[in-house]
């Protein structure tokens, strides 16, 4: 148990839809990672939040967005979904001051299926 | 950063020792190696990481060539739910995530 939690575990919905997915991160942590892991893409960085500031961005999609909250949870809001969006999606966590890398933990992610 | 090569695959057997090799021959002297594992469908699993000298945990050894320009994962008595895809990522600690470049890795399969 990396002590990085994410719901929902499983998540089926329709094109157009939009959906939030939430992550908590390990105790003390103050960064948190959001990554997309489709078959034919790998895992992907898609942004990363650090005390609540957007810290770095990826490959995410102008559809999708993202926030830190002052208790450091997070969410990952995806919408007008498209076929291609289904995918797992981790979040993991780190101590990192924010420009640096530390080690990251990951949760157990939330597979996302578009039908 | 630099870029690492890792074999796409490799078989063990159960009870003996995993070696997965990496190659990163363009390594900068502030770039440090990291490992990371992912069971099927499950979270990536931070293992261990190192700079220069050798390094070993409850988990496994990271064995750092002089040269730095490979290294060696060790799981020393490898168990089937050692059966995972083993990540190789060389960066340094002074930047972000962005950099982290989760590749193929190498599909370690553990046999009875």
């Known amino acids: 148990d990396s002590g990085v939690t994410q719901t929902p575990k499983h998540l089926i919905t329709a094109t157009g839809q939009r959906v939030t997915l939430r992550c908590s991160p390990r105790?003390?942590?103050?960064?948190v990672y959001w990554y997309q892991q489709s078959l034919d893409q790998g895992l992907q960085f898609l942004i990363q939040y650090y005390n609540g500031e957007e810290r770095a961005k990826g490959n995410i999609l102008e559809r999708f967005s993202a926030q830190q909250f002052p208790d450091l949870h997070s969410e990952l809001n995806l919408s007008s979904l498209e076929l291609g969006d289904s995918a797992l999606y981790f979040c993991?966590?780190?101590?990192?001051?924010?420009?640096?890398?530390?080690?990251?933990?990951f949760g157990p992610g939330t597979r996302l299926t578009v039908l | 950063d630099a870029k690492t090569t890792q074999p796409p695959s490799m078989d063990c057997a159960e009870g003996r020792a995993a070696n997965l090799p990496c190659n990163h021959s363009?390594?900068?002297?502030?770039?440090?190696v990291y490992w990371y594992r992912q069971i099927h469908s499950q979270g990536p699993q931070y293992i261990i990481h190192?700079?220069?000298n050798n390094e070993t945990n409850e988990m496994a050894s990271l064995i750092i060539t002089e040269d730095r320009k490979s290294s060696t994962l060790i799981l020393p008595h490898a168990t089937l739910r050692d059966t995972a895809v083993y990540y190789c990522i060389v960066l340094p600690r002074n930047t972000n995530a962005g950099k982290s470049t989760f590749g193929d890795g190498t599909t370690l399969t553990v046999k009875p």
């Open positions: 105790s003390g942590d103050l960064s």
């Open positions: 993991a966590s780190s101590q990192t001051s924010g420009y640096s890398y530390n080690e990251q933990f």
């Open positions: 190192g700079l220069k």
């Open positions: 363009t390594i900068s002297g502030n770039e440090y």
